[in-house]
């Protein structure tokens, strides 16, 4: 069946710029997460929602930083005024909270580059 | 910070077996290990996880110490497309908790 797929797979931005980073997880799928994964790094937790609400944000770096779950599915990080420092690949996964284990399984990430 | 040690880098030769090990001294009674693995420009892709139990899949086998203190991940057929950065993850099972990633290990799969 479908995987997790982000869109878009490639986004370059100005400083100060707003962009916003879409998820579509795999379908059926309640609980969501956002990584972030800078060159040469592994991913690095930003939030977790299950189902419409964010259940732990303790990994948003700060309030430039905010995603949203509005119907449970689809989620969007939103970046305000970029800086250069945002510059990286910003992976969705998804896991079944319905089943036996929360094997996480990932979208092919977003890359972000602000100049 | 990662609970996990793995070595940088490994090369292993095409066909033979790769096991790739792994650090965990710290772990805890009810978390589990995971091993994801990534493939350039790609997400992290799910490998298999156990608890105390070696498992074994379709993709690879997991080796888990006695103590659980350390893990082996064992590719017994290393093809090509084997080659990426593995990493290993202690995390307990409960929905809601991330994954916290290491650097992980650079597997080479050499022809």
């Known amino acids: 069946g479908a995987g997790v797929s982000q869109t878009p797979s490639n986004k370059v931005t100005e400083k100060g710029k707003y962009v916003e980073l879409r998820c579509d997880p795999i379908?059926?799928?309640?609980?969501l997460y956002w990584y972030r994964q800078s060159l040469g790094q592994g991913p690095e937790f930003l939030i977790y929602?299950?189902?419409?609400?964010?259940?732990?944000d303790s990994g948003l770096p700060n309030d430039r930083f905010f995603a949203v779950r509005p119907e449970g599915s689809v989620s969007t990080l939103k970046i305000q005024r970029t800086e250069r420092g945002d510059s990286a690949v910003y992976l969705c996964?998804?896991?079944?909270?319905?089943?036996?284990?929360?094997?996480?399984?990932f979208g092919p990430g977003t890359r972000l580059t602000v100049l | 910070d990662a609970k996990t040690t793995q070595p940088p880098s490994m090369d292993c030769a095409e066909g033979r077996a790769a096991n790739l090990p792994c650090n965990h001294s710290?772990?805890?009674?009810?978390?589990?290990v995971y091993w994801y693995r990534q493939i350039h420009s790609q997400g992290p892709q799910y490998i298999i996880h156990?608890?105390?139990n070696n498992e074994t899949n379709e993709m690879a086998s997991l080796i888990i110490t006695e103590d659980r203190k350390s893990s082996t991940l064992i590719l017994p057929h290393a093809t090509l497309r084997d080659t990426a950065v593995y990493y290993c993850?202690?995390?307990?099972?409960?929905?809601?908790?991330?994954?916290?990633f290491g650097p992980g290990t650079r597997l080479s799969v050499l022809p």
């Open positions: 996964a998804s896991s079944d909270s319905g089943g036996r284990t929360d094997t996480q399984y």
């Open positions: 379908s059926g799928h309640t609980a």
């Open positions: 929602f299950q189902g419409t609400g964010a259940a732990d």
């Open positions: 710290t772990i805890s009674g009810n978390e589990y």
């Open positions: 156990g608890l105390k």
């Open positions: 993850i202690v995390r307990v099972e409960d929905y809601g908790q991330n994954f916290v």
